[in-house]
């Protein structure tokens, strides 16, 4: 018997990624204002920032938001991964987003 999920359907396999994003999410810290971020606040108002693997993530119905009032429209294909419902732009693949990272990272109390 093997420990590897094997879908049946694409609805399956669809509700298994999303899943597994949304508990990867649950772990990360939540940031509730684009400002936090240097960005306008209209650009969003739920985030997730993984510290570790630098990336600012948000939820795909929020992109639209976030690509308009925030510039991450002119984020590179390259610098951004969909996974399930979730849209992660990573820092350490564009200037515009290490910039937003760096700007929130400045603002978080030092150990």
């Known amino acids: 018997m093997s420990d590897v999920y094997e879908p049946d359907t694409v609805d399956q396999f669809l509700g298994h990624v999303n899943g597994l994003a949304d508990t990867l999410i649950g772990k990360l810290?939540?940031?509730?204002?684009?400002?936090?971020?240097?960005?306008?606040?209209r650009a969003g108002y739920t985030f997730?920032?993984?510290k570790e693997d630098r990336y600012i993530?948000?939820?795909?119905?929020?992109?639209?938001?976030?690509?308009?009032?925030?510039?991450?429209?002119?984020?590179?294909?390259?610098?951004?991964?969909?996974?399930?419902?979730?849209?992660?732009?990573?820092?350490?693949?564009?200037?515009?987003?290490?910039?937003?990272f760096e700007y929130w990272e400045s603002k978080q109390p030092t150990d």
């Open 29 to 41: 810290i939540k940031v509730t204002d684009a400002r936090n971020f240097g960005l306008d606040q």
């Open 48 to 50: 997730y920032v993984d």
């Open 57 to 100: 993530i948000i939820h795909k119905h929020d992109n639209v938001i976030l690509s308009y009032y925030g510039g991450f429209e002119y984020v590179p294909k390259h610098a951004i991964t969909v996974i399930g419902d979730y849209v992660f732009y990573s820092a350490a693949e564009d200037g515009r987003v290490n910039n937003a």
